[in-house]
């Protein structure tokens, strides 16, 4: 029995897979893990029907839809993103589509990273590059977000183009991504050279 206890601890200083894979009780990091991952699939469900329900409207609001438009062009003002009488549809199918995409990155992002804390261990490269990635994808979304903005403004008149708390929380995120990314790949670095003088 020791030796198969010696052995367990062996494999978790190793980053072998833990919890239930191996026989024993998630430990605190990875409950949170399961936590992030599920706050991801949530939140990419509600972003993919924010999404289609934006397409639905602007749909409906052209006229090409069997109802009535009258209600979805008073949901797209309401919400100032009412386009103009004459705008270009290839532009807003453009920022229809790289707004979904870069929504959707750094959730896809969070998700592999909640994945990767469960399975592997905290100080890790795979971690570390889960992090690098989510930060790359928060820069995107801020690069994208411009682009979809400077498209916006140019279809929807009632749109401005402006700075918001939104954008300096993102833009935090990212940094603080990098940050830990870092820390974890000199942790993984430490361990590497503390288990090549064992």
């Not at 199918?93 to 992002?109: K, Y």
Request: proline share 4%; aromatic share 12%; charged share 15%.
């Amino acid at each position: 029995m020791p030796v198969v206890a010696r052995i367990k601890q062996v494999g978790a200083v190793f980053g072998k897979p833990r919890g239930s894979e191996a026989g024993t009780h998630p430990t605190r990091i990875q409950r949170r893990a399961r936590d992030l991952m599920s706050f991801a699939s949530v939140f990419a469900f509600c972003t993919v029907a924010w999404w289609l329900l934006m397409a639905l409207l602007l749909w409906q609001a052209r006229g090409s839809g069997s109802s009535d438009p009258a209600l979805a062009q008073h949901l797209l003002e309401h919400w100032h993103l009412l386009p103009k009488t004459s705008y270009n549809v290839s532009m807003l199918a453009f920022a229809w589509v790289l707004g979904f995409a870069v929504a959707m990155a750094p959730i896809i992002c969070l998700r592999k990273l909640g994945k990767s804390l469960y399975t592997q261990a905290p100080l890790s490269f795979a971690v570390a590059r889960r992090f690098t990635w989510l930060g790359h994808a928060l820069v995107a979304n801020i690069v994208g977000g411009f682009t979809i903005g400077w498209v916006a403004a140019s279809q929807i008149a009632q749109y401005q183009l402006s700075f918001s708390l939104g954008f300096l929380g993102t833009l935090t995120a990212a940094i603080l991504a990098y940050v830990v990314a870092e820390m974890v790949r000199e942790g993984a670095r430490a361990a590497e050279e503390n288990r090549a003088f064992v």
